[in-house]
C-alpha cells in the first residue's frame, strides 16, 4: 500500500526523521486497513499510499520533531478521528502513552480495530470535549493534549487545555492562513501562555504548530458546555 520501504525512507529523511523496517510494515498495515475501512465509514480524503505517508503519517509524526514531547509522555488527542496524530506518533515514540478522543462511535470502534491490530495500547474515549475536560479523572491529566482541526485556536484552546496539567502543552497542528491572535484571550483565560509559532512546508502545502504552554491552572468553569461555546468564543 506505501510507497515501497526505500522510497519511504527517503522521504521520511527529507523531513530529518528516521524510519526502521519495523516501524514501516505498521504504518503500511496503518494505510491498508485506513483505505479499506474508509471505503465503507468515511474517515478521510486521502487515500492515495503517497499522499496517506506524506500528509497523514510524516505530518503527525513531525509533532514530535518540533515540539520537545518527553518521555513516556501522556498524550491525549481532541477529535482524533482516523487517528491522527497521535496514532503515528505512538508508532514512533512507542514509549508515549495516547487517548484517543471522538465524539463519532464509527471512528473509536474503527480505532479501537485498528490498535488491535498494530499490537498498541491507547485509551479510547467516545464523547464530547467539553464533557470529558471536567471530569476529575482527565483533568488537568495529561502532559500533551493535541489536535489536528480546522475549528479557530479560541475553540481548540477551550476544548484541549483542560486537559493539560500545568507545565504541560497543547499542541494545535494548523494550516498557515489562520490569525491565531484571536484565540490568544481565550489560551490566556484558560491558564496557557503561547510558546512557538512554527511554520514548515510539506510537499507543495505549508503547516503549523503552535505550542502553548499550561502555565496555571484552568478555572473550572471552562471548558463551557457546547452552546454557551456555540454562542459565543471566548
Known sequence: MLPEFELSCSKFEQYGLTLDRATYNK???????????????NLTA?????????KHFIDSILLCKYANIPQNASIIDVGTGAGFPSVPLKLYRPDINITLLDSLNKRIVFLQNLCDL??????????????????????????????????????LSELCLPFVKVGGQFLSMKGPSEDISAGMNAVKLLGGELKDDIAYGLEADERRIIIIDKISQTSPKYPRNSSQIKKKLL
Do not use: W
Open 118 to 155: 498494530l499490537e498498541i495500547n491507547a485509551e479510547f474515549i467516545h464523547g464530547r470535549a467539553e464533557d470529558y475536560g471536567k471530569k476529575t479523572e482527565y483533568r488537568e491529566k495529561f502532559d500533551v493534549s493535541c489536535a489536528r482541526a480546522v475549528a479557530n485556536m479560541s475553540l
Open 46 to 54: 486521502i487515500t492515495q499510499p503517497d499522499e496517506i505517508l506524506i
Open 27 to 41: 504504518l503500511d498495515n496503518y494505510a491498508q486497513y485506513l483505505v479499506s475501512y474508509n471505503e465503507n465509514v
